[in-house]
């Protein structure tokens, strides 16, 4: 036996299959144990053809190599890695100057691991500053169609979620709704800045004029936190006069994920508040950890201190005017997309990539009575590697597919005009092959952001 000549492939270790479940007893060598995982990975989509997700998928040299000099940095020891807290720290200042907090020096904010956790620490502010301010009842909050981290935060909380429904022709939460679902007990409004369903903008300004209304009408001073996940890094740079942001008074919470338009890696997002008054008190742990006596207000402990690190490395690199040039060049993609899409097929377009009414990506729905479904697409687009999501619109519309190509960095022209190409394709074999019975979205392509995206739906056409 002379194992460690052999080829890999002819390792003992990968004569059988991977281990599946209960403890393996004995282990693999190292490097059959990588080409074992490695392979297995082979199965997974390729991620820069990913158009239902919205989360970076490239990263330059620079960003990889200091997530890897950092992957042994945990952010939550500041007093051991006193140079990261104060990179977090930075960016904190630069957001708030970007959101334009009325002194961006002193309003607080924290890093986090994505948008979820931002919004559940956004959504907790504002259930402790009702309570600070007499509220006894059951909290609720009103919003439209929301990512699932609000459902989460209500459900996790105890705080009732109130979604305005969808009707008539409304595909996002329109200001005259609002008040109707408003009482004195509403810790907040959720502006979606940047719909996951659509990507369509909610007119944040419109909502605080109406919550202006409210507050003389019914005495309520009801604050918005706005989840700006992905419109955050996108608006301050291509639609800097839309106010949506703390230049409205009533913005009180913001969060966004670095992780998204931010172009830092995965696992980056964050939190802020318009001044220190607005984050209560009892959310803030004064941690004494090794010697150190730090502010921590996040609802996780040990976490890698690398994606606060290339959030900065990211904003520098940049400034103002990198993320300008590089949020248009993806949008000008997106609205690529958008005119190939119209030529392509019987498609009605819902967001074309336009910098002022949403985030940079393309939503569309299949017009007329057709033969197929566009979970059909969906599968059919598969084939050739593209993932691109199907689903339904939330309550009250879900008997309505869409579909949504999110354009990222690293997604060029000349992809766009790949998959169009593709498109073109699997829209003529549909046409002729069309499927004996549409596919719903209980049996396509199995893309959820919602909890109604597991309700199987009425057939398009049918
Ligand atoms: C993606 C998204 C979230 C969740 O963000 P994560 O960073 O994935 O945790 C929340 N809200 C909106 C509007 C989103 O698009």
């Not at 990968?14 to 990588?34: I, N, R």
């Not at 605080?208 to 936190?225: K, N, Q, T």
Request: charged fraction near 20%; hydrophobic fraction near 40%.
């Amino acid at each position: 036996m002379h194992e460690e000549f052999d080829d890999i492939f002819a390792l003992p270790a990968l004569g059988k299959g991977a281990p599946k479940g209960g403890f393996p007893e004995t282990g693999l060598p190292a490097d059959a144990a990588y080409q074992l995982v490695h392979d297995e990975l082979l199965l997974d989509g390729v991620s820069r053809m990913n158009l239902a997700t919205f989360c970076t998928t490239w990263m330059s040299d620079n960003a990889r190599r200091l997530m890897a000099e950092t992957v042994d940095k945990n952010i939550v020891d500041k007093d051991e890695y006193p140079q990261t807290a104060e990179l977090e720290q930075r960016c904190v200042r630069m957001l708030a100057d970007l959101w334009r907090a009325p002194d961006a020096a002193s309003a607080p904010g924290t890093s986090t691991t994505g948008s979820s956790e931002a919004a559940m620490l956004g959504g907790l502010a504002a259930k402790f500053r009702w309570r600070a301010g007499g509220g006894t009842g059951t909290p609720n909050f009103v919003c439209g169609p929301v990512q699932v981290c609000w459902e989460k935060f209500a459900r996790y909380f105890d705080v009732e979620i109130r979604e305005v429904p969808l009707t008539g022709d409304r595909l996002k939460l329109e200001p005259e709704q609002v008040a109707r679902y408003c009482d004195e007990n509403t810790i907040m409004v959720v502006a979606t800045f940047g719909q996951t369903f659509t990507g369509l903008f909610e007119d944040v300004a419109g909502i605080s004029a109406a919550l202006d209304a409210v507050r003389r009408e019914r005495g309520w001073d009801i604050p918005i936190h706005v989840d700006a996940a992905s419109g955050g890094f996108l608006a301050p740079f291509t639609a800097p006069d839309l106010p949506w942001d703390f230049r409205l008074p009533r913005v009180k919470s913001i969060n966004a994920s670095g992780h998204k338009t931010g172009h830092a890696p995965l696992g980056s997002g964050w939190a802020l508040w318009r001044e220190p008054a607005d984050l209560p008190d009892e959310l803030v742990f004064n941690v004494n950890y090794l010697g150190g006596d730090l502010p921590t207000f996040n609802l996780n402990f040990s976490r890698p201190g690398g994606q606060a690190i290339s959030s900065y490395h990211a904003f520098i690199h940049l400034g103002r005017a990198g993320y300008t040039r590089l949020q248009s060049a993806i949008y000008s993609v997106a609205q690529h997309l958008a005119e190939g899409l119209v030529k392509a097929g019987p498609f009605e377009i819902l967001h074309d990539g336009d910098p002022r009414r949403g985030i940079t990506a393309v939503s569309w729905r299949l017009t007329g009575e057709q033969p197929f479904s566009l979970y059909d697409l969906s599968d059919r687009l598969r084939a050739r590697g593209w993932l691109t999501a199907a689903y339904p619109l939330p309550a009250d519309r879900g008997d309505e597919t869409i579909m949504r190509a999110v354009i990222r960095h690293g997604f060029s022209h000349d992809m766009a005009d790949l998959l169009l190409a593709d498109l073109g394709r699997c829209l003529t074999y549909l046409n002729s092959h069309a499927p004996r019975v549409p596919l719903t979205a209980a049996e396509g392509s199995g893309f959820t952001h919602d909890a109604t995206a597991e309700v199987p739906l009425k057939r398009p056409g049918a």
